[in-house]
């Protein structure tokens, strides 16, 4: 019942944008957040935001990437410049239950920069 529905991935020239949205529903979340997974690297918490409703990010993409949500829509974006072919990775969506504490994962969405 529970569903994520990524789209906005694919393919960009170094210093190109996308912008990656994710739609869930199903269920109640408290939080919304955005990974990533290169080939052979593990995956990575890259934006999210914070329980007092800030946000953060990982160092590598700080003053690139911006995380967004839209809670009548219940979407969270990510919006992505200044993209670098070290950003090519499948992007993941991920929502935590309010009441379970589980996490969500939507499908992955691939995203690849080339120089």
């Known amino acids: 019942q529970v569903q994520l529905v990524e789209s906005g991935g694919g393919l960009v020239q170094a210093g190109g944008s996308l912008r990656l949205s994710c739609a869930a529903s199903?269920?109640?979340?408290?939080?919304m957040n955005w990974y990533r997974q290169a080939p052979g690297k593990q995956r990575e918490l890259v934006a999210g935001f914070t329980s007092g409703g800030n946000t953060n990010y990982v160092d590598s993409v700080k003053g690139r990437f911006t995380i967004s949500r839209d809670n009548a829509k219940n979407t969270v974006y990510l919006q992505m410049n200044s993209l670098k072919p070290e950003d090519t990775a499948v992007y993941y969506c991920?929502?935590?239950?309010?009441?379970?504490?589980?996490?969500?994962w939507g499908q992955g969405t691939q995203v690849t920069v080339s120089s």
């Open positions: 199903g269920a109640i979340f408290r939080t």
């Open positions: 991920n929502a935590l239950s309010r009441t379970s504490g589980l996490g969500y």
